[in-house]
């Protein structure tokens, strides 16, 4: 049951990943002859951030960026939306990463620039966790994290360790970032180092089968059946939560798009009952980066509040379906507005 990662006392959630700017340039080369290029602030867990601050609860977010004046505009553009920025100043360059207008993170369209970036320098002992952890009952990181390094899979782990000894509930995102993995190790071999000291693991059943080798059988991607799907994620969270006994929560998202247009569900594993949300579908989609983000902000929210599983799948489900709408990398609706009735129809 939901009560079962009751945060007594509610305190700040802190979310711990790299800062990056989107540069989104139009996919017909308007932006060459216009001399402009849309940018937006982006990193997996500031849209964590950013979606839960909307929403009322304290957040803090640790990173680290270089010590010049663009990082700093953005510390304070950030600061005064309402974030608690715990930022390392160190290195030289902020990461980037280029991304066609309305093109997928797993389209040909996605160009990296992150490679010795302040953040990817890091290495355990330079962030002060005992510092980073006062006044926190959450704390939430993503699969991108350990992909861009060893050092980073083990400055994660640092972490995690002094989280858990604190008895902070951790969350992860498993996001799957191939061309992130470049460092000589596959998910499977860093992942389930890290997925034992979560309480809530968010993804989808192929993410678990790349990152933690939980199969999926073969052909299910081609049927395109909701049953066989959902039968698959109830499978997929019983063996992460029999292989992990610390996770309490096991989410699955699935999102099916073509030709800008998508159907999209959730369902969730938690207290020995496995739940499935209603069925979105669009017929055009603005912006795919994000909704997976806004999923998990959704998960946190709900369990924060301690509200019932079906209810925070729910909202988290809805809250990700209308990210799909918003250009930028983060929502901007508010909670009431996500579960208002225009927001639970189909657009």
């Given at each position: 049951m939901a009560a079962a990662l009751k945060l007594e006392p509610r305190g700040k959630v802190l979310t711990f990943g790299e800062l990056l700017l989107r540069i989104s340039p139009d996919e017909e080369g308007q932006w060459l002859s216009q001399n402009q290029l849309p940018f937006f602030i982006a990193g997996a867990e500031l849209n964590v951030a950013t979606a839960?601050?909307?929403?009322?609860?304290?957040?803090?977010?640790?990173?680290?960026?270089p010590d010049n004046e663009l990082a700093r505009q953005i510390v304070a553009f950030e600061e005064k939306q309402g974030i608690e920025m715990a930022v390392d100043y160190r290195g030289q360059r902020l990461g980037l990463y280029f991304l066609t207008k309305g093109k997928d993170l797993k389209n040909d369209a996605l160009i990296y620039d992150r490679a010795f970036s302040a953040f990817s320098e890091l290495k355990p002992g330079m962030i002060d966790w005992e510092k980073a952890f006062e006044g926190v009952s959450w704390f939430h990181f993503s699969?991108?994290?350990?992909?861009?390094?060893?050092?980073?899979?083990?400055?994660?782990?640092?972490?995690?360790?002094?989280a858990s000894a604190?008895?902070?509930?951790?969350?992860?995102?498993?996001?799957y970032r191939s061309r992130l993995w470049k460092y000589g190790k596959t998910p499977d071999e860093v992942l389930?180092?890290?997925?034992?000291?979560?309480?809530?693991?968010?993804?989808?059943?192929?993410?678990?089968?790349?990152?933690?080798?939980?199969?999926?059988?073969g052909g299910l991607l081609e049927m395109r059946e909701k049953?066989?799907?959902?039968?698959?994620?109830?499978?997929?969270?019983?063996?992460?939560?029999?292989?992990?006994?610390k996770c309490k929560a096991v989410a699955n998202?699935?999102?099916?798009?073509?030709?800008?247009?998508?159907?999209?569900y959730a369902a969730m594993a938690?207290?020995?009952?496995?739940y499935a949300s209603r069925e979105y579908h669009a017929l055009q989609i603005i912006n795919k980066v994000g909704s997976g983000d806004c999923f998990m902000a959704g998960l946190i929210y709900g369990f924060y509040y301690t509200h019932e599983p079906a209810e925070i799948l729910e909202f988290a489900t809805a809250a990700a379906f209308k990210k799909l709408f918003i250009e930028a990398d983060v929502t901007n609706l508010l909670v009431d507005e996500i579960l208002s009735e225009s927001a639970q129809k189909n657009i």
């Open positions: 839960l601050n909307l929403w009322g609860i304290p957040v803090r977010y640790q990173t680290a960026l699969a991108i994290c350990p992909a861009i390094s060893q050092d980073i899979a083990n400055v994660c782990e640092e972490a995690l360790k002094i604190k008895n902070i509930i951790v969350s992860i995102d498993l996001n389930p180092e890290l997925v034992q000291y979560c309480d809530v693991v968010m993804g989808n059943i192929w993410a678990a089968e790349t990152m933690l080798a939980i199969p999926v059988r049953s066989s799907y959902l039968e698959a994620a109830r499978e997929t969270s019983a063996e992460i939560i029999r292989r992990y006994p998202t699935f999102r099916f798009d073509s030709n800008r247009q998508a159907n999209y938690t207290g020995g009952e496995f």
